[in-house]
């Protein structure tokens, strides 16, 4: 806090370089679309709307979200707490502008987290502006690989995206989760070239802990390890008389970690089976875990990643050489970091029970190894810099904090120049992308006239993860289908719902099945309405599939077993699932159903072409995308 006092002048400048980053996406905004509502407006700029109706659900502290009079006191959903309660406060409080104001703040944070680690490598105040300043602009370089093409990048390509995860304002991660992580980094650089602490550090790096848990468990398990090498290397000598010492410090972190993780504890306890298989939670026991390592180590026996190693541990040696004991400290915990990211996964497999997502691990190993890389050759050219300023006085120029200045500012132009072209080759590339945001914004704003009277407990029927995401953050309460990940309805319930829905809209068996049908996207084996209803229920690759069947067609289980088992983003529904969700739809009572007040389809889709709507009871509105009805006790005047 001292020091930050110290540096006002700093945080103010840091300040404007974030709002400098940051403004430009929300002025081009509110330019393009002066009269969008807020609500619309976060939907569309704030990547990973997903996440908005766990924000919601947390404002209001409700963990069992059900969006349906059929289905009330469920168990809960495990929500990531500490990377959502800042918008959830924020949003409660201010409304969700709040929600611009937390993405400068972030960036402003991120800035002022990067610009400590840069001075504790002796750098001045205005360098350390400037690297942190470069730092942040990494992650959009990608965009510009992707748009320009480059040939000679493309092996690389896989490597280089993973700066998408080094920092974005993608919410939940990595806009909150890596700052955690990053801040963690920066205590830790401060703890191994610190003889003293203060006395909340203890309880602060266990509070740290407990958010990188929540938030982002892959954090928590390398910081873990990262911590304890540290630890180990700070007091190797005499490490048992140390640890002695030192007992204080380490019974203050576990306490505080302990304390702070209660929360989520228990709501692991009451929380939904089935939503932890939607969301992809598998039980590793000894033969998954056995698939899983063998690949981790033919993964990492990869010129790629021994070249990291490599160069990451001869720009160690070289710094350690050259430069003093104090500077070379620093980047010896960033190189801890990397290689703890390497024994993470190992650590984890090997221990835990259940895994998720585990792709994670090696991303994070890669992001790890950038940073590392990176910030090393930052200090290589600064050590060479200064022998070329002290021997050649027509370069002493580099010195010069207007200089300096000046390389921020166009890092801000480009930051901002690339991300405008990035819109704009997206927008040119789905033409309909502006029209499909204007009629959205054209039917939020007819449902919030005076002629359109739905109260907060009317129910609305649309498969468009968009406008549920709009219809929670608009505190209305019932959806007749609900996406996956928003609600802890057991599966079949959910399964319930959509045949229910496709009965009312007058579709068939057929119709049904082809919703859910496996379709080759790409890469993978991806069909988006799975996803958005089931997620990652029906995840298939090499080291599973649902209930371990191998009940699909020739072509599609032999391209599954070949798929890595780290691959959870792809789905793939077994041929009995199939047959049993065909009898289960031809069964299944609607008796129950409740008819919606509002119905939003999109045009030219399987279920609009054929969908049947009574309009002696629904009022059809004008849109130019979607298909919208309203019942007519719920409208003034039908147009």
């Given amino acids: 806090m001292e020091y930050i006092i110290k540096n006002r002048k700093v945080l103010v400048c840091l300040i404007i370089i974030s709002f400098s980053f940051i403004a430009g996406k929300w002025i081009n905004s509110f330019l393009l679309f002066p009269d969008e509502h807020i609500i619309n407006k976060i939907i569309f700029e704030i990547t990973d709307f997903q996440y908005f109706p766990l924000i919601h659900d947390l404002a209001n502290l409700n963990f069992n979200p059900s969006y349906s009079s059929l289905n009330e006191n469920l168990k809960f959903i495990p929500i990531p707490y500490s990377a959502l309660i800042f918008h959830a406060v924020v949003g409660e409080i201010f409304g969700y502008f709040g929600f611009i104001f937390l993405e400068f703040l972030y960036v402003a944070i991120f800035l002022y987290i990067f610009f400590l680690i840069f ?27 992707d748009i320009l093409n480059i040939p000679w990048l493309v092996d690389l390509d896989l ?3 993973m700066l998408y995860d080094f920092y974005g304002d993608r919410i939940p991660r990595p806009a909150i989760s890596n700052l955690y992580f990053f801040l963690f980094l920066y205590l830790l650089i401060n703890f191994y070239k610190e003889k003293m602490q203060g006395n909340f550090f203890g309880i602060f790096i266990g509070i740290l802990l407990s958010a990188m848990w929540v938030s982002f468990y892959y954090h928590f398990s390398c910081a873990s390890i990262t911590l304890m090498i540290v630890f180990f290397l700070k007091y190797r000598e005499q490490l048992f008389n140390n640890l002695k010492k030192r007992s204080g410090l380490i019974i203050k972190i576990i306490i505080s970690f302990l304390i702070a993780s209660i929360p989520l504890i228990i709501l692991l306890y009451l929380s939904e089976p089935d939503y932890a298989v939607r969301v992809g939670l598998t039980e590793l026991d000894l033969n998954k875990k056995t698939i899983l390592l063998n690949h981790l180590f033919k993964s990492f026996f990869t010129k790629e990643l021994l070249l990291a190693i490599i160069l990451n541990s001869l720009a160690l040696w070289y710094i350690k050489k050259k430069q003093n004991l104090y500077c070379s400290k ?21 221990i835990s029970p259940i895994g998720n ?30 022998k070329k300023i002290i021997k050649n006085n027509k370069i002493l120029f580099l010195r010069s904090d207007n200089f300096k200045f000046l390389l921020v500012i166009i890092m801000i132009l480009f930051y901002n120049y690339v991300n405008l072209y990035s819109t704009v080759h997206t927008t040119l590339k789905s033409k309909n992308f502006f029209a499909y945001r ?47 990940p928003f609600s802890p309805r057991k599966t079949h319930d959910i399964e319930n719902q959509v045949i229910d829905s496709f009965k009312f809209l007058k579709l068939n068996v057929d119709d049904f099945l082809r919703f859910f049908e496996n379709k080759k996207d790409g890469w993978r084996y991806y069909n988006k309405n799975v996803a958005s209803f089931m997620h990652m229920t029906y995840t298939a690759n090499s080291l ?48 129950s ?47």
């Fill in 159 to 161: 490597h280089i995206h």
């Fill in 438 to 484: 204007s009629n959205f914004n054209d039917i939020t704003s007819k449902l919030e006239n005076n002629n359109v009277n739905l109260s907060k407990e009317s129910n609305i029927l649309t498969f468009n993860d968009m406008f549920q995401t709009w219809w929670i953050l608009s505190d209305y309460k019932y959806l007749s289908v609900v996406n996956g």
């Fill in 119 to 145: 001075r504790k490598l002796n750098f001045t105040n205005m360098t350390a502006i400037l690297l942190s300043s470069f730092v942040f602009t990494l992650p959009p370089i990608t965009s510009l690989i």
């Fill in 544 to 591: 599973k599939t649902f209930n371990n069947s191998i009940n699909f067609e020739k072509d599609i289980l032999n391209f599954i077993q070949n798929t890595s088992p780290f691959y959870t983003q792809q789905i793939v529904i077994p041929k009995d699932e199939f047959k049993r969700l065909k009898k289960k739809f031809l069964q299944r009572d609607t008796s």
């Fill in 593 to 639: 159903f409740v008819e919606p007040d509002l119905i939003i389809i999109k045009k030219d889709n399987e279920i609009s072409e054929k969908m049947i709507i009574e309009l002696n009871e629904y009022c059809k509105l004008k849109n130019d995308f979607f298909f919208v009805y309203v019942k007519y006790d719920k409208i003034k005047k039908c147009e």
């Fill in 357 to 386: 997502e585990l792709y994670h691990f090696l991303n994070l190993v890669i992001v790890t190894g950038l940073m590392c890389f990176f910030i090393s050759c930052i200090v290589l050219v600064s050590i060479f810099l200064k």
């Fill in 330 to 350: 620093s980047i010896e915990v960033i190189f801890v970091l990397f290689l703890s990211s390497m024994i993470s996964p190992f650590l984890f497999i090997a």
